[in-house]
């Protein structure tokens, strides 16, 4: 790689992944093979995300000055970097592939916009509802008084309508 393409990575680096991802995870690659990869980038390419593998030294020249400084002692060895907007999205993503590869891909940890977190702390995010989840249950938390007040509304009415038939069925026979 030349000097010219090496300054473009860290600019892209630093501007759209360090500045602008909400979360990032950072692990050992030992030994995934293509279609392994191939697969981690296609279930976070799902989510929203993506996956980089980006030589150590690049990502802590972005890294410097910036707040996310912290996360470069986790640049060391082969590693990989997963990132997204979505503060869940990567931490979901990478926990789950670890468990299905856990020789081949360890977590070493993450951040969270400005957080760094240690393994334990990627695998709680990763154990959180998603936004999408969370909306959901939210607009059924709102919509159950709603449907419950509806139908004790309509109740008196229907018994109402009942006792009218029965009474007009009786004065037919």
Do not use: C
């Amino acid at each position: 790689m030349d000097r010219a393409r090496k300054r473009e990575v860290v600019k892209w680096l630093k501007e759209e992944v360090f500045s602008q991802a909400s979360s990032i995870v950072v692990a050992h690659n030992l030994g995934l093979t293509v279609a392994e990869i191939t697969d981690l980038r296609n279930r976070m390419y799902e989510a929203g995300g993506m996956v980089k593998v980006v030589k150590n030294r690049l990502a802590k020249i972005a890294l410097a000055d910036t707040p996310r400084e912290g996360l470069a002692d986790l640049f060391s060895g082969p590693t990989v970097m997963i990132f997204s907007e979505d503060a869940i999205a990567a931490p979901k993503v990478a926990a789950g592939f670890a468990k299905d590869h856990k020789e081949k891909f360890v977590i070493l940890g993450g951040m969270l916009d400005e957080s760094l977190l240690d393994t334990a702390g990627v695998q709680a995010l990763a154990e959180l509802p998603s936004l999408d989840e969370l909306r959901a249950r939210l607009i059924g938390v709102v919509q159950a008084p709603a449907q419950k007040l509806a139908s004790v509304i309509q109740a008196p009415a229907g018994q109402l309508a009942r006792v009218l038939a029965a009474r007009g069925e009786q004065e037919a026979a």
